[in-house]
């Protein structure tokens, strides 16, 4: 099949001149690095942290999503403190793969007050039963001076954010839209949407947390940073 996109350039996450290419429109589950396999809100988010987190080796820096690829055993190979969990989006939950990893739930971290530099997410927000509880959660596990950095697709953009579901007291989940599941190339069999994220989202961070948030939006054709939702979103909790 002819490549829709084909690009020679830099990938931020193996850090190599690449090729990349895309057989799809939809670049930002398509446009992969053909040496390493990024996204292109994989290379955005590398970037951001080459960018405004210089140091991050000497760092701590916790990092989730729904699967390990290339973008966390690069991060491992350079972050003495980097630790990796897989997201477990309801009890239920189970990756097939990776079992070996532990899940988490991210409402409830096993991580003591205070103790982590960066917390990264990948696609995760979107995904949380309970995204005040799980945003309070990441705030509290922060270091003062500490910032969550994460990519969430904002599919409402200029239009306000939508629960689609959540889960009630009695441990049933609540549909208030038509149940759906965001998968992606790589993971087709994504887990149950809970919010349609719009631009508001970094007001309903600061209401749930008091950190102050900026959404980045690299475009860049070189580093393949190209097509819809690759934001990048860094809240800080002030120290
Ligand atoms: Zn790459």
């Known amino acids: 099949m002819e490549?829709?996109?084909?690009?020679?350039?830099?990938?931020?996450?193996?850090?190599k001149d690449v090729d990349f290419s895309s057989v799809f429109a939809w670049y930002r589950d398509?446009?992969?690095?053909?040496?390493?396999?990024?996204?292109?809100?994989?290379?955005?988010?590398?970037?951001?942290?080459?960018?405004?987190?210089?140091?991050?080796?000497?760092?701590?820096?916790?990092?989730?999503?729904l699967e390990?690829?290339?973008f966390s055993l690069r991060l491992?190979?350079?972050?003495?403190n980097h630790s990796f969990a897989l997201f477990d989006a309801e009890k239920e939950y189970q990756?097939?793969?990776?079992?070996?990893?532990?899940?988490?739930?991210?409402?409830?971290?096993?991580?003591?007050?205070?103790?982590?530099d960066i917390v990264i997410t990948h696609d995760l927000m979107n995904h949380v039963l309970k995204p005040r509880l799980a945003l309070?959660?990441?705030?509290?596990?922060l270091k003062p001076g500490g910032a969550h950095i994460f990519t969430v697709p904002l599919v409402n953009k200029t239009n306000s954010t939508v629960r689609r579901a959540e889960r009630l007291s009695s441990g049933k989940i609540k549909h208030q839209q038509e149940a759906q599941y965001w998968g992606s190339a790589t993971k087709p069999d994504g887990p149950l949407v809970t919010?349609?994220?719009g631009y508001d989202i970094g007001n309903f961070i600061l209401?749930?947390?008091?950190?102050?948030?900026?959404?980045?939006?690299?475009?860049?054709?070189?580093?393949a940073i190209l097509g819809e939702m690759n934001e990048v979103v860094v809240s800080f909790k002030n120290g």
């Open 136 to 141: 309070k959660e990441i705030a509290r596990v």
């Open 195 to 197: 919010m349609d994220w």
């Open 3 to 15: 490549a829709y996109f084909n690009h020679h350039g830099f990938c931020p996450v193996c850090a």
């Open 207 to 223: 209401t749930a947390t008091q950190m102050p948030t900026t959404l980045m939006n690299i475009v860049d054709k070189d580093k």
């Open 76 to 80: 491992s190979s350079y972050i003495k």
């Open 30 to 65: 398509h446009l992969f690095c053909k040496k390493c396999g990024s996204l292109p809100r994989e290379r955005a988010l590398m970037q951001v942290l080459n960018d405004y987190f210089p140091d991050l080796k000497d760092r701590s820096v916790f990092e989730m999503a």
């Open 95 to 116: 990756p097939s793969d990776n079992r070996n990893e532990k899940n988490v739930v991210l409402e409830q971290l096993d991580i003591d007050d205070n103790s982590v």
């Open 68 to 70: 390990k690829r290339a």
